[in-house]
Each structure stands twice: as structure tokens, then as C-alpha cells.
């Protein structure tokens, strides 16, 4: 044990200067996408509960399909960072070249079941017309833009496993600069227009009609084929990528290089889906409990998610040095590197959690004006605390495996831990209570499931990583010896 925290201390000196410097442009561009989604909260919310609650309840739809598609591309990240690691920079372009067309069709599918499942889903969860009526709209809007996302989120792979981090931070604040003014202008059209610059302007910009949830969405796709087209220029005119010529040279489908990006990068995907389906139907299972709670329950989501994305940028980081520090042979170095990630993840995580107690009456002002949304709101943040630590903690850990391409085991993990102790766990705390020594707890019963099933994945991950780190770094050792 004093060996590995002398280990530790060591590679700390070395390693985190390394880390920050590429968490910190994952983490801009992070906050950059998240800021997309916390305007959409702020203008809808404004404007009234019913939009506020059909952006809401529309992105408990889409989001999934959308982080389904980032897990599956980001198993293209350790693949570029082992191959670079190793020096094998001519294999890396037609690995990209299948990464973009498995993105091709997982955003048109995306696509089309967008369009296609939402009413009947909303009937099923008997959500209120007005709500339903206002999110398949903003559904419509947004179908259109996840081939776009889709492309983008794969070239963003390709450029992290690179080493190159910056661009997805530039990209992403041109997507939110496209983002903020066309949500203003499509929300609110001209009379909201005619409330901030004044009743001069002509008859046809004050004639905008207002389109609240669905200009929400509309301007959301505009965002997301912004973004698709400044990485592929970025990727095609940038000197950063030495001599991996990306856009030269396409080559068609190759399906053993598919089917082994799929290997790694599927069960990625699967995993951040079931995380991310904990949340989706926990939001459809408490639309039930009326506006205010569905208000409430997304707003101090949406803030602390905000801050989690400084934990999931030094996880991308995290897989990055991981693989690269494997692909190098350096097997020994590379169980330090994934254990420095996670001490750093948790040391960002009690950070949030300072930072959510210090600043949470202000910024719930920003999200609404409503006394009972905020009540209600500020009665979660006490939980948002506990859930910062656990749910930092388990994604840098996870990281730290995706970078060995142990991705079938973190999915397995996620789905135990997600869905048997958060989901149920939650669902029967909300709607049951504990034991007859409580009433059902509605919305805050959700909130401890979901610390409990963060809390549960957190730990197994990091014994699934103390024991694979160990056992690969051993095989360096005797390979050593032999």
C-alpha cells in the first residue's frame, strides 16, 4: 500500500498538469452544449410552466437517443489514443472514416424514431394534452438535427483521442452562439423582440409569430448542423492533425472495422443510455405530480448537471491518458494514471458541492419567477450535494476503464446499479415510502434512489478497475521477469 500511494504521489508531479490541460477545453465545450440546454430551460420557463414543461418532458426523449449515439462514438477515442500512442498514425484515418458512418446511420435512426414513438408515448404516460401537444412540436424540430450531432460527436472523438481537445470547445460556442439568438427570436418572435429593442421596429419583425417549445427545437437543430459543419471544416483545413489526412481518401463501409468500433464503443453507449434513462423516466414518472414538480425537479437537474460537467470532462481526459499511456507499453504507468483521474474527479466533486450550497438561491432566480417552483426546487439541493459526489466519482471511474476498453463490464455494472437500485429503489421510495416509517416521498424519494444507485455503481467500478489496473500492470512484471 505505501508503495502504490508513493506511486500515486509521484505520477501526480507528472500527470495532472497533463490532465487539466486537456480537461479544461473538454470542459469550456462541455459547458458551452450544457449552456445550450440551460437557455432552453431559461427562455421556456419564462415565457410559461406548460412550454417550460414540454421542453422538459421533449428532452427526456431525445437526450437518450442522443447520449446512446456520444457513448457509442466515444469508443473511437481510446482506439485513436492507443493507436497514437503506439505510433500507428496511418491506421487511425479509416478507423474515423467508419466511426462517421456508423454516425451517419445511428442519426438518421434517431431521427425517425423521434417522429415516430413520441404521441403514443405520451398517451401511455398520460401526460396533459397542452404538454404533450407543445413537446411533440419541439420534437419534430429536433429530429432534424441528429444526423448533425451525430457526425459532429464522431470527429469530436477523433480530435480527443488526438490529444487535441480545443476544437470541440470552439465549435461548441459557435453552436451556443447560433443557439441564443435564434431561441430568443423563435421563442418569443416579435413581440419579444418589440420587449427589448422597442416598438420601432417595422410591422413584418414585430409580425414574428411567437413559437415557444417548437422554435425551442428549431433552434436547437439550427445549433447542432452549426456545429457538424465547423468540425468538418475545422478537421479538414487544421495543421494540428500532422499527417492523418483525414478527408482524404474516403473509404466506403468496412464492416470488421465497424463491428469493432461497436465492440468497444457500443457497450459505452449502452451504459451512458441506461445512465441517462434513469433520469428520462424518472422525469415521465413524476410529470404525473403536476407542472410544479415537473418544473422543480428539472430546474435543480438541469443547475447541477451544469456542474457535473467538470468531473465528465476529466473523464474524457482520464480514458485519453489512459489509452495513450497504455498504446506507449507503459502498462505499470497506466494503473497510476487511472487512479490519479479518480482522486482528481472526487476532489472536483466536493468543489461542486461547495459551489451548489454557495450559489443556489441565486441561480434558481434565473431559472423561474415562480415562489412555488423555487420552494420546491431549493427543498432538492441538499441532494444535489450528496448526488455531485457519487455521480463524479463513478463517471471518471468509468473513464479510467473505457480507456483499457473495459466497456462491457462498466455497462453491466450501470444497468445493475441504475436501474435495480435507482430507478426501482427511487420509484419505490417516491410512490411507497421506507417501510411504513414514511409516507411516499414523491419527488424527493426519486432523489435519494438516485444517489443510491450512483453511489452503488461508484463502487463496483472501482473495484472492477483496482482489480483489472492490477492485474495488467502485473503482466508487464512478468513479462519483465520471464
Known amino acids: 500500500m505505501a508503495r502504490f500511494i508513493a506511486d500515486l504521489v509521484s505520477t501526480s508531479r507528472t500527470e495532472t498538469r497533463t490532465l487539466v490541460r486537456l480537461s479544461l477545453p473538454i470542459w469550456g465545450a462541455q459547458l458551452a452544449q450544457a449552456g445550450m440546454s440551460v437557455t432552453d430551460v431559461m427562455m421556456t420557463g419564462r415565457l410559461s410552466p406548460t412550454d417550460l414543461a414540454a421542453v422538459s418532458v421533449g428532452s427526456s426523449l431525445w437526450l437518450p437517443l442522443m447520449l446512446l449515439m456520444t457513448g457509442t462514438l466515444m469508443g473511437l477515442t481510446p482506439v485513436v489514443a492507443q493507436l497514437l500512442g503506439a505510433g500507428k498514425r496511418a491506421e487511425i484515418r479509416p478507423q474515423v472514416h467508419q466511426a462517421l458512418w456508423i454516425a451517419l446511420v445511428m442519426g438518421l435512426l434517431a431521427m425517425l424514431l423521434i417522429w415516430t414513438i ?68 423563435l421563442i418569443y418572435g416579435g413581440p419579444g423582440l418589440v420587449s427589448m429593442f422597442g416598438d420601432w421596429l417595422p410591422a413584418p419583425v414585430q409580425a414574428i409569430p411567437a413559437l415557444g417549445a417548437f422554435g425551442c427545437g428549431i433552434a436547437t437543430a439550427l445549433s447542432m448542423w452549426a456545429m457538424s459543419l465547423s468540425m468538418m471544416v475545422y478537421t479538414r483545413r487544421s495543421s494540428a492533425y500532422g499527417d492523418v489526412e483525414l478527408w482524404h481518401s474516403p473509404t466506403p463501409p468496412r464492416w470488421k472495422i465497424i ?31 403536476g407542472e410544479i414538480t415537473v418544473a422543480a425537479h428539472q430546474v435543480a437537474l438541469n443547475y447541477t448537471s451544469l456542474l457535473f460537467m467538470l468531473p465528465l470532462s476529466l473523464s474524457i481526459a482520464v480514458t485519453v491518458r489512459v489509452g495513450n499511456t497504455l498504446g506507449q507499453g507503459r502498462l505499470r504507468a497506466a494503473r497510476m494514471v487511472a487512479w490519479h483521474g479518480a482522486y482528481i474527479s472526487l476532489a472536483a466533486a466536493l468543489f461542486n458541492s461547495t459551489l451548489v450550497w454557495l450559489t443556489a438561491d441565486a441561480v434558481i432566480d434565473l431559472y423561474t419567477r415562480d415562489g412555488a417552483v423555487k420552494t420546491l426546487t431549493m427543498s432538492l439541493i441538499g441532494l444535489a450535494m450528496l ?48 417501510a411504513g416509517l414514511t409516507p411516499p416521498m414523491g419527488v424527493h424519494g426519486y432523489w435519494i434512489g438516485l444517489i443510491a444507485g450512483l453511489t452503488v455503481a461508484a463502487i463496483l467500478l472501482g473495484e472492477r478497475l483496482r482489480r483489472l489496473s492490477k492485474r495488467v500492470a502485473a503482466s508487464q512484471t512478468d513479462t519483465a521477469n520471464a
Not at 457519487?390 to 455494472?413: C, E, H, P
Open 259 to 289: 463491428g469493432e468500433l461497436l465492440y468497444v464503443g457500443l457497450p459505452i453507449g449502452v451504459a451512458i443510455f441506461v445512465e441517462v434513462t434513469l433520469f428520462t423516466l424518472i422525469a415521465l414518472l413524476i410529470a404525473s405530480l
Open 387 to 434: 448526488y455531485q459526489v457519487s455521480d463524479g466519482l463513478q463517471v471518471n471511474l468509468a473513464g479510467a476503464l473505457r480507456g483499457y476498453k473495459d466497456t462491457r463490464v462498466v455497462m453491466l455494472i450501470t444497468m445493475l446499479a441504475y436501474w435495480l437500485v435507482g430507478l426501482a429503489g427511487g420509484h419505490w421510495l417516491g410512490t411507497q415510502g421506507l
Open 118 to 185: 413520441v404521441m403514443p408515448i405520451f398517451h401511455w404516460m398520460e401526460i396533459p394534452e397542452a404538454v404533450a401537444s407543445r413537446s411533440a412540436s419541439y420534437l419534430l424540430a429536433i429530429g432534424a438535427g441528429m444526423p448533425g450531432i451525430a457526425l459532429f460527436l464522431a470527429l469530436r472523438s477523433f480530435s480527443d483521442g488526438m490529444n487535441h481537445t480545443r476544437p470541440a470547445l470552439l465549435i461548441s460556442l459557435i453552436g451556443l452562439a447560433v443557439n441564443i439568438p435564434s431561441n430568443y427570436l
